[in-house]
Nanobody, 123 residues
């Protein structure tokens, strides 16, 4: 199972970007999709998470500006980012927790990360 992010780039403050992340491989179920970010010199932080029942949670710094969505059929997750600020500049990482088939009637749990996509917001 692997994750690939796309959609990062350079945008002016106040602008919008949408990130996408695709999970590929043999997957039984993805329980949670999350987006994290890491700015230079800072720790990686949780931005948003969406559970299998489409329940979502956001960090206070992005609440009201970012929206996380998932497509359970295609194993996709999106992060719509509006009203971007320079402090949103970071590498954004996709994370997925779920299960995949290991053998007949047997699954294993995975917790995987994408390689990240750079988002730069200019002032």
């Amino acid at each position: 199972v692997r994750l690939v992010e796309s959609g990062g780039g350079l945008v002016q403050a106040g602008g919008s970007l949408t990130l996408s992340c695709t999970a590929s491989g043999s997957i039984t179920r993805i329980n949670t999709f999350s987006w994290y970010r890491q700015a230079p010199g800072k720790q990686r932080e949780l931005v948003a998470v969406i559970f299998s029942g489409a329940v979502t949670q956001y960090s206070e710094s992005v609440k009201g500006r970012f929206t996380i969505l998932r497509d359970n059929v295609e194993n996709l997750v999106y992060l719509q980012m509006n009203t971007l600020k320079p402090e949103d500049t970071a590498v954004y990482y996709c994370n997925a927790v779920g299960t995949a088939p290991q053998a007949v009637g047997v699954v294993y749990e995975f917790n995987i990360w994408g390689r990240g996509t750079q988002v730069t917001v200019s002032s």
